[in-house]
């Protein structure tokens, strides 16, 4: 059974950092592409960050570019996403995301709300 779990939102100060973290199962990790969406209220599901299966390639949203950094483990099958110099604009479900021309799987996502 495939399954991605994330976790590590929460509610944090603009400024402020988290770290989200996605464990994956029940396919081959090191065969896809490993994405974080986010959808604020109201908007659209954006691609936030991409790795490669590799996990050496990476690209970003140019909302977050220089903000975030997304890693991944093949070893532990996780992919994480370090969230530092948080906006109000931020504030959104987190979701990840695995990708291969085959199809693709969804995590139930993480909600990160940005406020003081």
């Known amino acids: 059974q495939v399954q991605l779990v994330e976790s590590g939102g929460g509610l944090v100060q603009p400024g402020g950092s988290l770290r989200l973290s996605c464990a994956a199962s029940g396919f081959t990790f090191s065969n896809y592409l490993m994405n974080w969406y986010r959808q604020a209220p109201g908007k659209e599901r954006e691609l936030v960050a991409r790795?490669?299966?590799?996990?050496?390639?990476?690209n970003y949203a140019d909302s977050v570019k220089g903000r975030f950094t997304i890693s991944s483990d093949n070893a532990k099958n996780t992919v994480d996403l370090q969230l530092n110099s948080l906006k109000p604009e931020d504030t959104a479900v987190y979701y990840c995301?695995?990708?291969?021309?085959?199809?693709?799987?969804w995590g139930q996502g993480t909600q990160v709300t940005v406020s003081s």
């Open positions: 995301n695995a990708y291969r021309w085959s199809g693709d799987y």
């Open positions: 790795i490669g299966s590799t996990g050496i390639t990476a």
